[in-house]
C-alpha cells in the first residue's frame, strides 16, 4: 500500500500567515492527488485535484503543488475561517489513501 | 444539482450486518465510480471502497480493513451505490460518506459528498 505522510500532524497559525502542509508518498503516485478541508462535524470539502487544480469556488489564497512523491498545500494570508483540518488523498494505486491530516489551529 | 445521500446507518451488533445506500441524483450516474470513505469518531478519513462504472467492468476494490467483510454494489437504473456491512466489529464504528470518482486525475473526483451516515457497532 501507498503511504501517504502528512506533516505537520497540528499547526498553530495566526490569521494573516502563510501556512503549508506537505504530503510524502511512499512509491510515486503521479498527480493523482487531491487537497479536502475538515471542519468539526462537516463534510469533507475538496480544495485541489490533481495535484494542483484549484476546485472552482475556492478561494486563491489555496494553492497546491508538487509531483512524484511530495506534494504541498499552501494557504497564504490565512483567514479566520481556514482553520480546520486538512487532508491529502491520493488516488493513483488501490487501496486509495489519506494522509493523517493536519489540524490547523488559532495561536 | 447534483445530491448524494447516505441512508442505513444505525446501532448495530458485533458480527451483524448492515446495507447503506447512496442514493444520488443530479447527474450521470451510470458514468461515475462510487466510493465510500468513513472516519472513526475523533479520527482522520479512511477509504474503505470503491465500485467502478460499468463502462470499466462494475467492479469493486477494497481496503485491507474491510476486504472479505464488505461488498460494494450498484443499482444503475435507481443511481444508487449500496456498502453491504457484514461481521461487523466495533471498529468499523465511524460516520460513512459516499463520494464519486472518475478515471484520471480530472475534476470530477471527490468533488460532491453525501452528508454520512452514522454506523455504531456495539453490544
Known amino acids: 500500500d501507498i503511504q501517504m505522510t502528512q506533516s505537520p500532524s497540528a499547526m498553530s497559525a495566526s490569521v494573516g500567515d502563510r501556512v503549508t502542509i506537505t504530503c510524502r508518498a511512499s512509491?510515486?503516485?503521479?498527480?493523482?492527488l487531491a487537497w479536502f478541508q475538515q471542519k468539526p462535524g462537516k463534510v469533507p470539502k475538496r480544495l485541489i485535484y490533481g495535484s494542483s487544480s484549484l476546485q472552482s469556488g475556492v478561494p486563491s489564497r489555496f494553492s497546491g503543488s508538487g509531483s512524484g512523491t511530495e506534494f504541498t498545500l499552501t494557504i497564504s494570508n490565512l483567514q479566520p475561517e481556514d482553520f480546520a483540518t486538512y487532508y491529502c488523498l491520493q488516488h493513483d494505486t488501490y487501496p486509495w489513501t489519506f494522509g493523517q491530516g493536519t489540524k490547523v489551529e488559532i495561536k | 444539482e447534483v445530491q448524494l445521500v447516505e441512508s442505513g446507518g444505525g446501532l448495530e451488533q458485533p458480527g451483524r450486518s448492515l446495507r447503506l445506500s447512496c442514493t444520488t441524483s443530479g447527474f450521470s450516474f451510470d458514468d461515475y465510480a462510487m466510493n465510500w470513505v468513513r472516519q472513526a469518531p475523533g479520527k482522520g478519513l479512511e477509504w474503505a471502497g470503491f465500485?467502478?462504472?460499468?463502462?470499466?467492468?462494475?467492479?469493486?476494490e477494497y481496503a485491507a480493513s474491510v476486504k472479505g467483510r464488505f461488498i460494494i454494489s450498484r443499482d444503475d437504473s435507481k443511481s444508487i451505490a449500496y456498502l453491504q456491512m457484514n461481521s461487523l466489529k466495533t471498529e468499523d464504528t465511524a460516520v460513512y460518506y459516499c463520494t464519486r470518482s472518475r478515471a484520471a486525475a480530472g475534476p470530477d473526483n471527490f468533488d460532491y459528498w453525501g452528508q454520512g451516515t452514522l454506523v455504531t457497532v456495539s453490544s
Open positions: 465500485i467502478r462504472s460499468k463502462a470499466y467492468g462494475g467492479t469493486a
Open positions: 512509491q510515486g503516485i503521479n498527480n493523482y
